[in-house]
Nanobody, 117 residues
Framework: QVQFVESGGGLVQPGGSLRLSCAAS????????MAWYRQAPGKERERVAF???????YYADSVKGRFTISRDDAKKMVFLQIGSLKPEDTAVYFC???????????WGRGTQVTVSS
């Protein structure tokens, strides 16, 4: 079964940083692009970053320069280093493999990031 388990979130002050982790299983991890998404209260889920199988990266404008995505194919994990955090970064953060068949059927629980003073 395809599964994603996110971790590393928490309560952090504005300007702080966290390292989010995602452990993937149930598919050939190294063959797929991986992405991080977030969903803030009352808002739609948005993609914030992705990393290709060749480690090319993309970031949404709202997080560019502050977030860094990386992957470890041997561990079947993808990471998101989030920094210079702002209150508007508060959200539940999820990972997924959006090129995998029926990818939208597979979501983990996410990890909560709360940015507040």
């Amino acid at each position: 079964q395809v599964q994603f388990v996110e971790s590393g979130g928490g309560l952090v002050q504005p300007g702080g940083s966290l390292r989010l982790s995602c452990a993937a299983s149930g598919f050939t991890f190294s063959s797929y692009l991986m992405a991080w998404y977030r969903q803030a209260p009352g808002k739609e889920r948005e993609r914030v970053a992705f990393i290709t199988t060749a480690a090319g990266t993309y970031y949404a404008d709202s997080v560019k320069g502050r977030f860094t995505i990386s992957r470890d194919d041997a561990k079947k994990m993808v990471f998101l280093q989030i920094g210079s955090l702002k209150p508007e970064d508060t959200a539940v953060y999820f990972c997924n493999a959006p090129n995998y068949p029926r990818w939208n059927d597979y979501w983990g629980r996410g990890t909560q990031v709360t940015v507040s003073s």
